[in-house]
T-cell receptor, first 114, second 111 residues
């Protein structure tokens, strides 16, 4: 079946603009995660959705970052008033039920803020 | 919260040699430890995982060991091949219901 997909694959924006990144998880996966990966760095947790529960937003670096998951499927990560330090690859992952299940990653969105 | 440290950050081995990557974690309640491999420009993919009720798990050339007392776990790759070259990430799942990743190890296997 189809894996996790993300769009766009690349996004170049100007400082101060808002961006939206999209994630389509694997069908039937109830858990969805967003991570940020700066060049040559590890995976920084941002936010976690599990079913209909309130999301775990503990990793969001500032109030400029927000995410939603509509209908328990597609998720959108929004970054408002982008800054140059937001430049990174944003990875989405999904798993069947929770955080001890295998996480399947999407290809990522490379965000460049000029 | 959980803190996961991974060493070394880079590792260069000759083809056919073994490679070992080590991780330590801080939360004694952590109970699930996956390892992900990320090839250049690609997405991370799970290669092996271990849960806290076992001490070792093997899958062909890959093995993971877990020492709960010392709070560390290791990835062992035997008979390395050039296609093993990638960045490897360890992670620990804790009672906070979150996976915390290590900083990654860039493994280079020289033919």
């Amino acid at each position: 079946g189809a894996g996790v997909s993300q769009s766009p694959s690349n996004k170049v924006t100007e400082k101060g603009k808002d961006v939206e990144l999209r994630c389509d998880p694997i069908s039937g996966h109830t858990a969805l995660y967003w991570y940020r990966q700066s060049l040559g760095q590890g995976l920084e947790f941002l936010i976690y959705f599990q079913g209909n529960s309130a999301p775990d937003k503990s990793g969001l670096p500032s109030d400029r970052f927000s995410a939603e998951r509509t209908g328990g499927s597609v998720s959108t990560l929004t970054i408002q008033r982008t800054q140059q330090e937001d430049s990174a690859v944003y990875l989405c992952a999904s798993s069947l039920v929770g955080t001890t299940d295998t996480q399947y990653f999407g290809p990522g969105t490379r965000l460049t803020v000029l | 919260g959980e803190n996961v440290e991974q060493h070394p950050s880079t590792l260069s081995v000759q083809e056919g040699d073994s490679a070992v990557i080590k991780c330590t974690y801080s939360d004694s309640a952590s109970n699930y430890f996956p390892w992900y491999k990320q090839e250049l420009g690609k997405r991370p993919q799970l290669i092996i995982d271990i849960r806290s009720n076992v001490g070792e798990k093997k899958d062909q050339r890959i093995a993971v060991t877990l020492n709960k007392t010392a709070k560390h776990f290791s990835l062992h790759i035997t008979e390395t091949q050039p296609e093993d070259s990638a960045v490897y990430f360890c992670a620990a799942h804790n009672a906070g219901n979150m996976l915390t990743f290590g900083g990654g190890t860039r493994l280079m296997v020289k033919p």
